[in-house]
């Protein structure tokens, strides 16, 4: 009885929020998560001297072995820089770019998702068709043709990966709006004499962020991983330690044995996105519970 009453005072948010802490699995995904976040934002100011250990070459200290030495747990690289800092300073820009790339894109997309799916008409075969070139082309390659054309900046790099990563959320916003906006919430608010403007940002917006959140969280990973392969490619931002530089430098380092920067590189990006998808995934069923029901259904036919 208690358990019903709490289930009835309780505000949608905080029923989601429950379903969440109850997910084990989401929750220590959430919690690695928060861990990398926080090793990002610590190595901005060179706690424990991480940023030192990074940059600081050292070539007395070349290709010290992985296990061998309490000072470098995971070894050193061909410059005598510890491959354990450098993993963990990686984290930095990944996190900071996919998160700057993720705001760039949010706007963009809810704002386009929201006229073509909401005004129909030529508004939406407008945004459809850049929609449709920008699909066309390969994202990477446009990526790489701005950060070539305009500079390996960090603002260039997040734009570019926000230029060609808003349509798939635009998409998700569409859809919703284009089933919402008949609504019957939607039609009363319309008989009560409220404007297109307060519609779509006060009714139906709120009642979809659900959605734009798990997206915001896939479109991250996506960028993450993106940004490895950018770095691998040598275009990512320049001077900063990176996964993708750290797996570039370890293809001349492998023929000779040494396999530190491959490792550590890999398991760190691994580990973060693997945790990040089970957290998306544990965020989507605590926030929308019909779409784990109908995966559920889906998998047992």
């Not at 491959?83 to 996919?98: E, Q, Y």
């Not at 040598?234 to 330690?241: I, T």
């Not at 398991?267 to 965020?283: E, P, Q, V, Y």
């Amino acid at each position: 009885m208690v358990a019903d009453n709490k289930t009835v005072g309780a505000s949608p948010f905080q029923l989601s929020m429950r379903r969440l802490r109850r997910d084990k699995l989401g929750m220590a995904s959430f919690v690695i998560v928060l861990l990398f976040t926080l090793t990002a934002v610590i190595g901005n100011f060179n706690v424990f001297g991480l940023h030192d250990a990074a940059n600081s070459y050292n070539l007395e200290n070349r290709y010290v072995k992985a296990l061998s030495s309490w000072s470098h747990p995971l070894g050193t690289d061909n410059f005598g820089r510890d491959v354990l800092a450098r993993a963990v300073m990686s984290t930095r820009i990944s996190l900071f770019l996919g998160a700057a790339a993720g705001l760039f894109m949010l706007p963009i997309a809810i704002l386009a998702g929201a006229l073509s799916g909401y005004y129909g008409r030529w508004a939406d075969s407008i945004i459809l068709y850049v929609m449709s070139v920008i699909v066309a082309i390969p994202g990477l390659l446009i990526i790489m043709s701005l950060v070539q054309v305009l500079g390996r900046t960090f603002f260039i790099i997040a734009l570019a990966f926000a230029i060609t990563g808003w349509v798939g959320l635009a998409r998700v916003v569409r859809g919703s709006f284009i089933q919402s906006r008949e609504y019957e919430y939607v039609l009363a608010a319309r008989c009560l004499g409220a404007g297109s403007f307060r519609i779509i940002f006060r009714h139906i917006l709120p009642n979809l962020s659900h959605f734009i959140i798990v997206r915001f969280v896939l479109n991250f990973a996506a960028i993450i991983k993106s940004e490895v392969l950018l770095a691998f490619l040598g275009l990512s931002v320049l001077g900063v330690p990176s996964w993708g530089n750290m797996i570039d430098e370890s293809k001349q380092e492998l023929t000779a044995g040494h396999w530190q920067n491959l490792i550590a590189a890999s398991l760190f990006m691994f580990t973060f996105l693997a945790a990040l998808n089970i957290f998306g995934d544990s965020l989507r069923d605590a926030l929308d519970p019909k779409l784990k029901n109908s995966s559920r259904k889906a998998g047992h036919k």
